[in-house]
């Protein structure tokens, strides 16, 4: 089993920057691929970004790319969401998830165990 923890929302002007952190507990997951995801009120849950468990491949869904960076520490059993120019439309609950396998997919039912989220609220 894996334990996830994100850290890091809260309530960002528009243009500004946060830094997610899921921290894993449980098992190291080293070996997982990991996602982050969001949902907002009314709106199906999408995938943001994902990361094979070499870190050297990752997934970005065009709304955030080139904005959004996702990055992972396996000595710290954690993986990052760098968010920069924050846009209104970025508001909604994040989410990371992990895969039993290494491999990244945008799927959130390829998932296995997810966190619990956290709030991220850009204003205009």
């Known amino acids: 089993q894996v334990q996830l923890v994100e850290s890091g929302g809260g309530l960002v002007q528009a243009g500004g920057s946060l830094r997610l952190s899921c921290a894993g507990s449980g098992r190291p997951f080293s070996r997982n691929a990991l996602g982050w995801f969001r949902q907002a009120p009314g709106r199906e849950r999408e995938t943001v970004a994902a990361?094979?468990?070499?870190?050297?491949?990752?997934y970005y869904s065009d709304s955030v790319k080139g904005r959004f960076t996702i990055s992972r520490d396996n000595a710290k059993n954690t993986v990052y969401l760098q968010m920069n120019s924050l846009k209104p439309e970025d508001t909604a609950v994040y989410y990371c998830?992990?895969?039993?396998?290494?491999?990244?997919?945008?799927?959130?039912?390829?998932?296995?165990?997810w966190g619990q989220g956290t709030q991220v609220t850009v204003s205009s």
């Open positions: 998830a992990a895969r039993t396998m290494g491999w990244r997919t945008p799927i959130p039912s390829d998932y296995d165990y």
């Open positions: 990361i094979s468990w070499t870190g050297l491949n990752t």
